[in-house]
């Protein structure tokens, strides 16, 4: 199988949490980023963090650190654009740094269910996780035209894509994020 390069997206304004970088809040002691990279490492043959704000805060973690190329915090699509301009491997996975119970053998099943599909996407119930894909990097091309139109939504860029979704329904509670102060304090 393919090697992979893993993709922690930290690039946004962290609105719903009060404009605070989520992936530097404190869970359980530590950073919900270092939850993320304890998960995903183990998985993949290298970690690649897309940060556009606090930079020298990220790098403590021993990672690459990309940030947009696309301006004004254009989401979770200009992210995976800037990981997959940097990427060393032909797949890519991308998590988001608020999710830090993320699945132990999620690149494992998006691999396994990829087959010849451009993408797979984690899905539980009715529910695809969008953010939580395997993608090959040869769709470089193909995002950029989606951004260079305008697209932001990832839905409908994948949406106009060969995809699979994946089920995680025996893992649904992996997928859950912090959005907000409030959710965090409840962890």
């Known amino acids: 199988m393919s090697a992979v390069s893993g993709i922690v997206l930290a690039g946004g304004l962290g609105r719903r949490m009060g404009g605070v970088d989520?992936?530097?809040?404190?869970?359980?002691g530590k950073p919900m980023v270092a939850h993320v990279l304890e998960r995903?490492?183990?998985q993949v043959d290298?970690?690649?963090?897309?940060a556009n704000q606090n930079r020298a805060?990220?790098?403590?973690?021993?990672?690459?650190?990309?940030?947009d190329d696309v301006g004004g915090f254009a989401g979770p699509l200009a992210g995976l654009h800037a990981g997959l301009q940097a990427a060393s491997h032909e797949l890519v996975v991308t998590v988001p740094c608020d999710s830090p119970f993320l699945p132990g053998d999620l690149v494992q099943r998006l691999k396994k269910n990829l087959g010849k599909n451009q993408l797979s996407v984690a899905k539980t119930g009715d529910q695809p996780h969008?953010?939580?894909a395997l993608v090959r990097k040869d769709l470089l091309g193909n995002l950029e035209a989606f951004l260079r139109g305008g697209g932001r939504k990832i839905d409908a860029w994948y949406g106009?894509?060969?995809?699979v979704e994946v089920s995680f329904d025996d893992e649904a509670d992996a997928f859950r994020n912090i959005n907000t102060l409030e959710e965090l304090a409840r962890e």
């Not at 989520?22 to 359980?28: A, D, M």
């Not at 805060?57 to 940030?67: D, K, Q, S, T, W």
């Open 40 to 42: 995903l490492a183990p």
């Open 160 to 163: 106009s894509l060969e995809f």
């Open 22 to 28: 989520k992936g530097l809040q404190l869970l359980r």
């Open 130 to 132: 969008p953010v939580f």
């Open 57 to 67: 805060a990220y790098e403590v973690f021993g990672r690459r650190i990309v940030a």
């Open 46 to 50: 290298e970690v690649i963090i897309n």
